[in-house]
Nanobody
Framework: QVQLVESGGGLVQPGGSLRLSCAVS????????MGWYRQAPGKQREFVAG???????DYADSVKGRFAVSRDNARNMVDLQMNSLKPEDTAVYYC???????????WGRGTQVTVSA
């Protein structure tokens, strides 16, 4: 059974940085399409960043140049480095793992990120 646990969220001032981590058990991150998503209050969950099993990375336009996704096969974890944070980045951030983009996959329970002065 695949399980994902996110960590690293918190309260940060605008312009600050946070690093989120997603620990995976029950499968190898190197075999999965790993993604980060977020959901703000009253809004739908949206894609933020992802990394394929081949290492190809993709980002939402709203975070390009500010966020960076990385994968650590030895630790079996995926990280999301978030820089130059804005209040509109405030959301619950979720990690997702799936063997194929055609599958629903597994979600973590999320970690709250709040960007506020």
């Amino acid at each position: 059974q695949v399980q994902l646990v996110e960590s690293g969220g918190g309260l940060v001032q605008p312009g600050g940085s946070l690093r989120l981590s997603c620990a995976v058990s029950g499968d190898s991150v190197s075999l999965n399409v790993m993604g980060w998503y977020r959901q703000a209050p009253g809004k739908q969950r949206e894609f933020v960043a992802g990394i394929s099993s081949s290492g190809t990375k993709d980002y939402a336009d709203s975070v390009k140049g500010r966020f960076a996704v990385s994968r650590d096969n030895a630790r079996n974890m995926v990280d999301l480095q978030m820089n130059s944070l804005k209040p509109e980045d405030t959301a619950v951030y979720y990690c997702r793992a799936r063997r194929s983009v055609y599958l629903v996959g597994t979600w973590g329970r999320g970690t709250q990120v709040t960007v506020s002065a």
